[in-house]
């Protein structure tokens, strides 16, 4: 048992922050045993942690990320999502056939991970077996958690990122066969990059492997009004995008993530909710490569469940803090269209990317008792320059602050330090 002495802050409903100055978390096994005011008599023992003034708050959870685009970052803004992909995307990720080439890409990639405060990465690698292992690999090093997808592609994609069929089931069986294991930290997950770059076939393929195995499902969905218009072309049959992920099991047969939905509306919103379908909301992306503007207001008030990603490299911000300010910041660009659309607020935005977010990974996200300890220590003295509440210094944090604050990180119980 290990208890954390801080100003405690997270949310349990998108309606409020729990407070606690001064307050206590203990923790046992990597989970939260309880929050407290006053340290119970039985916990007076315990070893504890004293952080002072320091505020503590669950960690981040980056539910979008292509991994093998981190050295794409801040570069290369000057185009839409199709001739963005062809131009500078896919011939950076053909460079990961190179196992030299990733262990130096990633182990950066997994270190600024770590460096912004994220505990729990939901990642893109490539359609290579070999470098997404070592992802896999540096991840588990960490200790950090992240669900990891070698990507399959087999058509409209260069030679260098097109696989078959049966290459493309062998090497995800092989990283199963590896990383498949009951509450194991690093996991794998299916992820066929979105349906202009999959066939029927590979996507009924990735929807039996999902089922086979029990594991989660990652996409893109409805991000660019080209991409639509494209998938119409290529499934016919679908009577929305979102369908044709369904028709192969891959939209909420098993937990599933579809990153952007910008625009999503009508059946389809509506099939993600019967289906229980998380969106990844990744707002710099969607601004740099002028997809448009999510309607998060919408989704939550459909019971949607929400989640932030960075989407390195359409996202140029590894910061999830960050990505609460512009999820904030589009909404209000809505209301500015539509009154009756309420921009959204700290706690929900908050909530969003904690305990929403976290729900993917199980008991994550909250300090509430059960709850896995993921969390991050902040120094905020160079910015409390005037005795903020404690709302306002998280506040200002979230909107000024940096990986210059984030003292100690957590997953897990476990501090995590590089
Ligand atoms: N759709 C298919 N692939 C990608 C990608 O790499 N980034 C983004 N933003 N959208 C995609
Ligand atoms: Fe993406």
């Known amino acids: 048992m290990k208890v954390y002495k801080g100003h405690i802050l997270f949310t349990k409903s998108s309606e409020k922050f729990e407070v606690i100055e001064n307050g206590y978390i203990a923790v046992e096994n990597g989970c939260v045993v309880g929050v407290y005011n006053v340290l119970p008599a039985e916990l007076q023992n315990a070893e504890v ?12 959870n980056d539910m979008h990320v292509h991994a ?4 794409n970052q801040g570069i290369a803004m000057d185009l839409e999502l199709l001739p963005w992909l062809d131009n500078y995307t896919f011939p950076e990720e053909s460079k990961y056939s190179d196992t030299a080439y990733a262990e130096r890409m990633y182990s950066r990639f997994v270190r600024d991970l770590w460096r912004h405060g994220t505990m729990r990465t939901v990642a893109f690698a490539t359609i290579h077996k070999d470098s ?26 260069p030679d260098t990122l097109t696989e078959t069929v049966d290459d493309a089931k062998r090497d995800n069986e092989a990283l199963i066969a590896e990383f498949n294991q009951p509450n194991a930290l690093v996991r794998p997950i299916i992820t066929p990059r979105f349906v202009p770059s999959c066939t029927p076939e590979m996507l009924s ?9 029990n594991l989660p499902v990652q ?4 991000e660019n009004r080209g991409e639509i218009a494209w998938v119409k072309e290529l499934e016919p049959e679908s009577k929305f995008y979102g369908d044709a992920y369904n028709r192969y099991g891959l939209f909420g047969q098993t937990p599933t993530i579809m990153a ?5 509306e009508g059946e389809e919103l509506e099939m993600i909710k019967h289906n229980g379908v998380m969106v990844a909301h990744c707002p710099t992306s969607n601004f740099n490569l002028s997809s448009g503007m999510a309607p998060i207001r919408t989704f939550l008030n459909n019971g949607i469940k929400v989640g932030l990603g960075s989407d390195i490299s359409g996202g140029h911000d590894l910061s999830i803090f960050k990505m609460m300010v512009y ?3 589009v909404s209000k660009m809505h209301y500015c269209q539509d009154k009756t659309k309420p921009f959204l607020t700290l706690p929900e935005v908050f909530w969003i990317a904690t305990k929403s977010a976290g729900s993917f990974f199980g008991k994550v996200g909250s300090f ?5 300890f993921d969390a991050l220590v902040i120094d905020d003295a160079e910015l409390n320059h005037d005795n903020y509440p404690l709302l306002h210094r998280l506040e200002r944090f979230i909107y000024i602050g940096d990986d210059r604050q984030i003292m100690h990180r957590y997953c897990r119980g476990k501090l995590i330090e590089m």
């Not at 942690?49 to 981040?60: E, H, T």
């Not at 997404?132 to 994609?157: I, P, Y």
Request: charged content about 25%; hydrophobic content about 40%; glycine content about 8%.
């Open 260 to 264: 952007h939905c910008v625009w999503t």
């Open 368 to 372: 509430e008792k059960g709850y896995e």
């Open 219 to 222: 996409s893109h969905l409805s």
């Open 205 to 213: 393929v990735c929807g039996e492997l999902a089922k086979k195995y």
């Open 49 to 60: 942690v004293d952080y002072g003034d320091k505020l503590i708050i669950p960690a981040m």
């Open 132 to 157: 997404t292992r070592l992802l896999m690999k540096l991840f588990q090093e960490a200790g950090m958690g992240a669900l990891v997808g070698k990507v399959d592609m087999n058509r409209n994609s």
């Open 327 to 329: 999820a904030i910041q």
């Open 68 to 71: 093998p685009q981190y050295r």
